[in-house]
């Protein structure tokens, strides 16, 4: 935050900044063999024991609705890396906290030409946050397809970063 503002980065920059909606989507729903994941865990609830940090009996204290029967160990945060990687070695894609990307929050267009990794619109109000986190535990939440907007931190959001590789790194 700068003088109470959310500041992020733009997509044009050629060091760390935040993935665009696109790249955090095709990376958390990868799965290795073609296809995609409609969980972070695979296809179907509940996510087997170990999935990852979400509403559970032991945040029962801190959040309203909870996933009957599923104890990740974590009231709120886990340490990162606490649970398994995904298919391409990344953590926490859908568990622990969701995640700011750089794109400005919008409705998805419907019946519209498919773009190759869109960044988004330029402007907006809110950002888009992706993912589910510790407070999540409904079957919507819990998706990969799940998204949020928000224009100020919160306890259950977090970040991560992506990097623009330059021509020699490609």
Do not use: C
Not at 62 to 76: C, E, I, P
Not at 90 to 105: I, P, S, T
Not at 112 to 139: C, E, F, M, N
Request: proline letters at 8%.
């Amino acid at each position: 935050e700068l003088g109470g503002q959310l500041v992020l980065v733009t997509p044009v920059n050629t060091g760390y900044r935040l993935p665009t909606e696109a790249e955090w989507e095709w990376v958390a729903r990868y799965n290795g063999g073609g296809g995609s994941r409609r969980y972070p865990w695979g296809d179907a609830m509940p996510p087997p024991a170990g999935a990852g940090n979400y509403a559970d009996r032991t945040a029962q204290g801190v959040v309203a609705n909870v996933l009957a029967g599923y104890s990740d160990g974590y009231a709120v945060t886990a340490p990162v890396g606490s649970f398994s990687p995904g298919p391409l070695g990344l953590f926490d894609l859908g568990g622990n906290v969701a995640e700011w990307v750089n794109d400005r929050y919008t409705v998805y267009p419907s019946g519209g030409p498919l773009a190759v990794d869109p960044t988004g619109p330029s402007d907006g109000q809110y950002h888009v946050i992706r993912g589910s986190g510790w407070r999540h535990s409904g079957i919507s939440e819990l998706r990969l397809s799940y998204r949020d907007f928000g224009d100020s931190g919160r306890l259950d959001v977090g970040f991560r970063i992506a990097r623009t590789a330059d021509d020699k790194e490609r």
